[in-house]
């Protein structure tokens, strides 16, 4: 099956006070139908701007400067605004890291709901509405009657959360990013969402894009996982083969920083140092600040190196190859 979504090459920049520099650097992957692929990685790795950039919503100081994102073969990043919002919403639905700027202000949340599923569905006005309080209730909303009812500042986050999740399913779209879906949500329903989005994914085909910090819910939920640091992709494979064999030093660490349950890892150690800021302007591997390998050979940019079937690292010394000092 060929795939969904094909990002190449993608290099995004912002502008700063300091001037301009790249807050995403030469990413590459793809999703297939109906995969679920997950991206982990610190705080201000360029998980979002990732999202943001195929999108087509990044903010005025942010533009895409090189690459391209294939979707059902067109070119995400050179559509123009009309085209572009019949892909969001319709194709490509998203949910936002900030649920609350997401949702329209001026507007109930039924009122928000039935609008977009009537711009891209052939559905009356009753059908939306129907779909939408059905859709509300699956989400785990009380009285998804009252909440259709009401704006978006007369709910709590988690409800937020929900209606945002709901607005992003409300129109079948073939793909789904998610990111960071249900940091607002309690572990129960968190749970409950997930399952949701499974199912949702298995009834219909969809794919998923699922951003995170939860390394457990990545863990649990996605077919192939990446990890990105500092504006690139630093590790990718199936999550079967990346939770087993971690090969970047970096994703070593950060499994170790997660707690499990069964024990079989004594220690929970913390990375040293964090993510360097305008990491876009480092020249070498961007981890040999924090990593306890480095050494001269890192100070070499990094390409991605294949060690194994589907499993790729962007460090030398997890390939296995021979450090040229
Ligand atoms: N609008 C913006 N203007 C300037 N820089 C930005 C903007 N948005 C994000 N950045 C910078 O881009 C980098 C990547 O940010 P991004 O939001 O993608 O991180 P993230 O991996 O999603 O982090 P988190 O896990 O905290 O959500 C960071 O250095 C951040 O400061
Ligand atoms: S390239 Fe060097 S500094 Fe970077 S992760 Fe590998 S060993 Fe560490
Ligand atoms: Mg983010």
Same mark, same amino acid.
């Given at each position: 099956?060929g795939?969904?979504?094909?990002?190449?090459?993608?290099?995004?920049t912002?502008k700063?006070?300091? =001037?301009s520099?790249?807050?995403?650097?030469?990413?590459s992957?793809? &999703?297939?139908?109906g995969?679920?692929?997950?991206?982990?990685g #610190?705080?201000g790795? =360029?998980?979002s701007?990732?999202a943001?950039?195929?999108?087509?919503?990044?903010g005025?100081?942010?533009a895409? *400067?090189?690459?391209?994102?294939l979707?059902?073969?067109? /070119?995400?990043v050179?559509?123009d605004?009309? #085209?572009?919002?019949?892909?969001?919403? *319709?194709?490509i639905?998203?949910i !936002?890291q900030? +649920?609350?700027? +997401? $949702?329209n202000?001026?507007?109930?949340? %039924?009122?928000?709901?039935?609008?977009t599923?009537r711009?891209?569905?052939d559905?009356?006005?009753? #059908?939306a509405?129907a779909?939408a309080?059905?859709?509300?209730?699956?989400?785990?909303? +009380?009285?998804p009657?009252?909440?259709?009812?009401?704006y978006?500042?007369?709910l709590?986050?988690g409800q937020?959360q929900?209606?945002? &999740?709901a607005?992003?399913l409300? @129109?079948?779209?073939?793909?789904?990013i998610?990111?960071e879906p249900?940091?607002?949500?309690d572990?129960?329903?968190?749970?409950q969402?997930m399952r949701?989005?499974?199912?949702?994914r298995e009834a219909? %085909?969809?794919s998923?894009?699922l951003?995170s910090?939860?390394?457990? $819910?990545?863990a649990q939920t @996605?077919?192939r996982v990446?990890v990105?640091?500092?504006g690139?992709?630093i590790?990718?494979?199936t999550a079967?083969?990346?939770?087993?064999?971690?090969?970047?030093p970096y994703?070593?660490?950060?499994?170790?920083s997660?707690?499990?349950? /069964? %024990?079989?890892?004594?220690?929970?150690?913390? &990375?040293? %140092?964090?993510?360097?800021?305008?990491y876009?302007e480092?020249?070498g591997?961007?981890?040999?600040p *924090?990593?306890?390998y480095?050494c001269?050979?890192c100070?070499?940019?990094?390409?991605m !190196?294949?060690v194994g079937?589907?499993?790729a690292?962007?460090?030398? @010394?997890a390939?296995?190859?021979?450090?040229?000092?």
């Amino acid at each position: 099956m060929g795939a969904l979504l094909e990002i190449r090459d993608l290099t995004t920049t912002v502008k700063g006070e300091m =001037g301009s520099y790249d807050v995403l650097s030469g990413v590459s992957f793809s &999703i297939e139908q109906g995969e679920t692929v997950g991206i982990v990685g #610190e705080s201000g790795c =360029g998980k979002s701007m990732t999202a943001l950039s195929v999108m087509g919503l990044l903010g005025k100081n942010a533009a895409v *400067r090189t690459g391209q994102a294939l979707f059902d073969g067109k /070119d995400l990043v050179r559509l123009d605004e009309r #085209e572009l919002d019949s892909v969001r919403g *319709r194709m490509i639905g998203m949910i !936002y890291q900030d +649920a609350l700027s +997401a $949702l329209n202000p001026v507007f109930t949340v %039924g009122n928000q709901l039935t609008e977009t599923m009537r711009a891209h569905l052939d559905v009356s006005r009753a #059908e939306a509405r129907a779909r939408a309080t059905e859709l509300l209730g699956r989400m785990g909303l +009380a009285d998804p009657a009252a909440t259709m009812k009401k704006y978006p500042h007369m709910l709590s986050g988690g409800q937020r959360q929900r209606v945002m &999740i709901a607005m992003a399913l409300c @129109c079948s779209p073939k793909l789904l990013i998610a990111d960071e879906p249900t940091t607002a949500l309690d572990v129960t329903v968190q749970a409950q969402i997930m399952r949701l989005l499974r199912e949702e994914r298995e009834a219909s %085909g969809m794919s998923l894009w699922l951003i995170s910090h939860d390394i457990g $819910l990545i863990a649990q939920t @996605c077919d192939r996982v990446l990890v990105m640091y500092a504006g690139q992709i630093i590790e990718q494979a199936t999550a079967e083969e990346l939770f087993a064999h971690p090969a970047h030093p970096y994703t070593e660490m950060l499994l170790r920083s997660v707690p499990r349950v /069964d %024990g079989a890892r004594e220690a929970l150690c913390s &990375i040293a %140092g964090q993510v360097p800021a305008r990491y876009g302007e480092m020249v070498g591997c961007r981890f040999a600040p *924090r990593c306890p390998y480095a050494c001269q050979a890192c100070q070499r940019s990094q390409e991605m !190196y294949t060690v194994g079937e589907s499993h790729a690292v962007r460090c030398h @010394c997890a390939a296995g190859k021979e450090a040229a000092v």
